[in-house]
């Protein structure tokens, strides 16, 4: 059985963290701003959808 140090799964911890914030701001930087408000309802019709189908999905 191996051993576990702390020091070493907290590293671990730390890079995986970073690389998972890294992702998220690559996602966030590459968005496109919608021009006007009819641009942005269109880009938001699926996300109405979504909290729907999940509570659907509730047994």
Do not use: H, W
């Not at 269109?42 to 996300?47: L, T, V």
């Amino acid at each position: 059985m191996p051993v576990r140090r702390n020091r070493e799964i907290s590293r671990l911890e730390g890079l995986s963290d970073a690389v998972f914030a890294f992702a998220a701001t690559l996602l966030v930087v590459s968005l496109e701003v919608p021009r006007d408000f009819g641009a942005l309802l269109i880009q938001m019709k699926g996300f109405a959808a979504l909290p729907c189908r999940r509570i659907r999905q509730e047994p």
